[in-house]
């Protein structure tokens, strides 16, 4: 049976979403969602500058991928709700993921101004995917509000250090109907496949893939890892134990040789 | 000469721009890639044409960059 994530009115059957930032060209940004078979792409909206305009980063998103815009750089609720209407009012569809953040050294996300955005923007008809600091509580809130799904942070934006945050993710992974994408601070392929291990429904890797020394080969390893994790998954993990458990027969050994 | 404050910055507007629409397409911007406010309200782009630019109004102008 074919194993579809439908989510936001759409099927999705790539879980593993790709931010468009910090790539060294939209050519390798384009070659490197191809690489990874995206269907979910991640934008930011900035002013313009007028003196040094670069190219539309939409060009470079391959059809049939979605766009979904994130509210970076928005501090509190209400900006994150102009971010969304705005780029609404500019094509981009109904796709947001909140985030919110205040704190300038860590990115964290505020929580409360999350769950704020996500009740207003939800009622305006958008598809909200809120970014959050992993709590049960709040995943239910958002759900509630009406989320199409939550991400909570395996570690800070572009950190590359992992789910650090693991314990959480699995408790919301467990009790939460919604489906939970990990998003931000995964920066191996091996990050990204421990977290459709314990059911996570997709993650959204950008830094790890974008800085790499060859985006568009690392883009391809990020999609096998998060794959091989979901079909673990699917299949079922095995038990641990503390001792060995012999793969190989413990009968038939030749005699031991005469000194 | 009309001065207006686009993106934070006050600039005096060149004699021939009169409507947002005038603006846009002076600075050389490509109208499907940039997104308009216009003092504070989202301009959709049908209604580009007909908003005049007076002195100290205020525009932001947006478009899409890479983000994760």
């Given amino acids: 049976m074919e194993d579809i994530l439908t989510i936001g009115g759409e099927k999705i059957r790539n879980r593993l979403f790709v931010g468009t930032g910090k790539f060294p060209s939209i050519e390798i940004m384009r070659k490197a969602l191809l690489a990874a078979r995206a269907e979910v792409a991640t934008v930011a909206l900035r002013r313009v500058d007028l003196k040094n305009r670069g190219t539309n980063i939409l060009s470079g998103i391959p059809s049939g991928c979605r766009v979904m815009v994130n509210t970076s750089g928005a501090r509190n609720a209400e900006e994150a709700l102009r971010i969304a209407r705005l780029a609404r009012a500019g094509g981009l569809g109904n796709w947001v993921k909140i985030e919110i953040t205040a704190d300038p050294r860590y990115l964290l996300p505020d929580n409360y101004e999350t769950l704020k955005a996500t009740e207003l923007l939800t009622k305006e008809g958008f598809s909200c995917f809120p970014y959050i600091n992993p709590d049960l509580v709040l995943g239910r809130q958002l759900a509630e509000a009406g989320a199409e799904a939550v991400m909570p942070l395996g570690s800070p934006i572009g950190s590359n250090r992992g789910l650090k945050t693991e314990e959480m993710v699995k408790i919301m992974v467990e009790e939460l109907k919604v489906p939970i994408i990990v998003d931000a601070g995964l920066g191996k392929p091996s990050h990204a496949c421990k977290c459709m291990e314990i059911g996570c429904a997709a993650v959204l890797v950008n830094t790890a893939i974008a800085t790499a020394s060859d985006p568009i080969n690392m883009a391809k390893a990020f999609s096998l890892a998060v794959e091989s994790g979901r079909i673990a998954f699917l299949t079922g993990l095995p038990d641990t134990f503390h001792i060995a458990r012999a793969s190989s027969p413990l009968t038939g050994f030749l005699d031991t040789l005469e000194e | ?68």
């Fill in chain 2, 1 to 68: 000469m009309a001065k207006v404050r686009v993106n934070g910055r006050e600039i005096s507007l060149k004699a021939n721009v009169k409507t947002v629409l005038d603006f846009v397409l002076t600075e050389g911007l490509i109208p499907d890639d940039v997104v308009v406010e216009y003092n504070s309200a989202i301009l959709p782009r049908a209604y580009w044409g007909k908003t005049k630019i007076n002195e100290g109004d205020r525009l932001e102008i947006l478009s899409f960059v890479g983000g994760g």
